[in-house]
């Protein structure tokens, strides 16, 4: 599997698409020239934040009762409205930041709906 992976990596150019990410990043953060180690942390940070950002739990409400459930559950997991949203897995609140800083990222979300 990790060759399959590698390979599907190196086809895709991955490490193209991750140099031009830290390079349009360093330049959105405001780093003109990288001189400390506190700088290289930034640019990491805001890696992390992007690769971090957790799936959005939505609730729809079922009024007419079909299944027998007032409500269901469902997770967004390549969508997600830009607002604030709770996540799966605890009560922390998906900033809008950090949703869009995700989206302007190679990895996902890809769509956001507004």
């Known amino acids: 599997y990790w060759r399959?992976?590698?390979q599907y990596s190196a086809d895709g150019c991955l490490g193209?698409?991750?140099d031009e990410y830290v390079h349009c990043l360093k330049e959105w953060l405001g780093i003109v020239e990288i001189n400390s180690w506190s700088d290289v942390n930034k640019i990491a940070e805001e890696c992390a934040s992007a690769v971090s950002l957790k799936s959005a739990d939505y609730v729809a409400k079922d009024h007419l009762r079909v299944s027998g459930q007032p409500e269901h559950r469902f997770r967004s997991r390549f969508a997600l409205r830009l607002g604030n949203e709770r996540?799966?897995?605890d009560a922390t609140v998906i900033r809008v930041g950090n949703v869009r800083t995700s989206f302007n990222s190679p990895f996902w979300p890809f769509v956001l709906a507004l």
């Open 87 to 89: 996540s799966e897995s």
């Open 4 to 6: 399959s992976v590698l």
């Open 16 to 18: 193209a698409v991750l």
